[in-house]
């Protein structure tokens, strides 16, 4: 499948501050990013998305970006607290595609 | 409620050994995945199905097999187990022209 690039790959905050997790990606017929998120020994879920028509979507605290032109997207995570520690993937998908394209993944710890 | 289930949580076999990984969904969903997740690699495409007896090739497909006979069941085979195949397995289905893609709860199989 089509790279994605996700950085960083581990992200500590203080419980309370902002946390952001960038992708790129190469195939420029992608037009679905979701974003899953995965606590420790649980299966991943489903969290957020958004489609190539659309540059920004919130959901409460959580909030993601895309910029096509420059093919990346990111995720932001504001006031963050304890129960967001996970590992969060970013995710990509062609027109057409059946198959999604997971990033390798950020470890995002939030310290109490 | 989607619910994807998986035949074993953990599962230990040896060397050589044939091996079978079940995944069951009740949502009559077209398409289904198998991934495994290992460390700083995120989740890796094995093989997946967009319809009954139909079956793809993923982005590491060698030392696997698979079989779709109904809609509702996705079978991953290693047909002679190795040691490099110790990994968690991820399961998961997507509805057609839908974009959450639902995971079941993982199969942790380690060859020795």
């Known amino acids: 499948g089509e790279n994605v690039e996700q950085h960083p790959s581990t992200l500590s905050v203080q419980e309370g501050d902002s946390a952001v997790i960038k992708c790129t990606y190469s195939d420029s017929a992608s037009n679905y990013f979701p974003w899953y998120k995965q606590e420790l020994g649980k299966r991943p879920q489903l969290i957020i998305d958004i489609r190539s028509n659309v540059g920004e979507k919130k959901d409460q605290r959580i909030a993601v970006t895309l910029n096509k032109t420059a093919k990346h997207f990111s995720l932001h995570i504001t006031e963050t607290q304890p129960e967001d520690s996970a590992v969060y993937f970013c995710v990509h998908s062609g027109a057409g595609s059946y198959q999604l394209t997971f990033g390798k993944g950020t470890k995002l710890s939030v310290i109490p | 409620d989607v619910k994807v289930t998986q035949s074993s949580r953990y599962l230990v076999k040896r060397t050589g050994e044939k091996v079978f990984l079940e995944c069951v969904q009740d949502m009559d969903h077209e398409n289904m995945f198998w991934y495994r997740q290992d460390p700083g690699l995120g989740l890796r495409l094995i093989y997946f199905s967009y319809d009954v007896k139909m079956k793809e090739k993923g982005d590491i497909p060698e030392g696997y097999s698979v079989s779709r006979e109904k809609k509702e069941r996705f079978s991953l085979i290693l047909e002679s187990a190795s040691t490099n195949q110790t990994s968690m397995y991820l399961c998961?289905?997507?509805?057609?022209?839908?974009?959450?893609?639902?995971f079941g709860p993982g199969t942790r199989l380690t060859v020795t």
């Open positions: 998961a289905s997507r509805g057609r022209g839908t974009g959450e893609q639902y």
